[in-house]
């Protein structure tokens, strides 16, 4: 669904599916995201304005969490392919050639953006069962058709879940989501190099997105269900964040969300909308059922009769 600061939900494609994660192109004119086939998980790229969804993975194991490359020519998406553990690949937009494997972990990773030179993919990793899970860093490294991928670093370690990070369009600055205080809450560091954390949500919030042509930061508050907007100012090398407000009363997604990682949302580069996968719709009543069967175990014994 589209989501405007103007309020209501409007579709962004009718056809309903399991959704997640979804992400813009660079130009704006195509939306990733991992979409279920049953148990299965591909990536799949959605030209909007066109209304035609290319398939990108055709693999039996779980594609989730597609990231672009700066030029858009390119995917980084985590995959978990003879394994239960998910690694990073790379492979073409338009899903031609082959995914190339990036990682090799024995820890779980999903990308969470790259950097707008391209070298750098930050990720999180870990289990969030555990309750820990850290971000890390992939130098990656592109020469015409080839990519290939440095040795992955911990970037933010430590304690407590780690997830959702965000580089801002500069390059210089971080913004992420940590549970450190018994709920999300989102943070703001200097990136590459790290220096002093800043807070900028307030009463929790999961998922951030940099505004690209204003000094904004958006993330889901209020539970998770609402867009929220928080101006911010940089002086003299130091971050500095204003009160959190609404950006819309629009309810967008449930409570709880559908994963530890947040509702799906991606800011479009125009700056005005966002596309969001909302759990159910939530003005759509018709979308939740109760079915009640009665008398069930008297139809089985007709039906398969013990012996």
């Given amino acids: 669904m589209w989501l405007t600061q103007a309020g209501a939900l409007t579709p962004l494609r009718t056809k309903p599916a399991a959704y997640g994660f979804p992400r813009f192109s660079p130009d704006g004119r ?45 995917l980084v998406f985590a995959s978990a392919r003879d394994s239960s553990i998910l690694n990073l690949f790379w492979q073409r937009a338009d899903g031609t050639g082959s995914a190339v494997r990036l990682t090799t ?114 993330y889901a508050g209020s539970g998770q269900t609402r867009m929220m907007v928080v101006p911010y100012t940089v002086s003299g090398g130091a971050f500095a964040a204003s009160r959190p407000r609404p950006w819309t009363e629009t309810v967008f997604s449930a409570t709880p969300p559908v994963s530890a990682y947040g509702p799906g949302f991606d800011l479009h580069p125009d700056g005005e909308r966002f596309a969001v996968t909302p759990v159910p719709p939530i003005s759509d009543t018709s979308a939740a059922q109760l079915v009640l069967l009665f008398n069930f175990f008297d139809e089985l014994r007709r039906i398969a009769p013990i012996r």
Avoid: C
């Fill in 105 to 218: 972990s024995e820890t779980s990773q999903i990308p969470d953006s790259i950097d707008p030179e391209g070298q750098r993919v930050v990720f999180h990793a870990g289990d969030p069962a555990t309750g820990r899970q850290e971000l890390g860093v992939l130098p990656i490294h592109r020469d015409g058709p080839a990519v290939k991928a440095g040795t992955p670093e911990t970037l933010i370690g430590g304690a407590f879940l780690k997830a959702n990070a965000r580089i801002s369009p500069d390059g210089k600055w971080m913004a992420y989501a940590a549970l450190d205080s018994g709920q999300f809450e989102i943070y703001v560091q200097p990136f590459p190099g790290l220096g002093e954390r800043v807070q900028v949500s307030n009463g929790g919030g999961n998922l951030v997105a940099w505004a690209p042509r204003k000094s904004e930061l958006y």
């Fill in 30 to 74: 195509r939306l990733a995201m991992a979409i279920a086939d049953g148990p299965q998980f591909d990536i799949w790229v959605y030209d909007w304005e066109r209304d035609i969804l290319t398939r990108v993975t055709t693999n039996p194991g779980t594609d989730i969490g597609p990231v672009w490359t700066p030029d858009g020519t390119g």
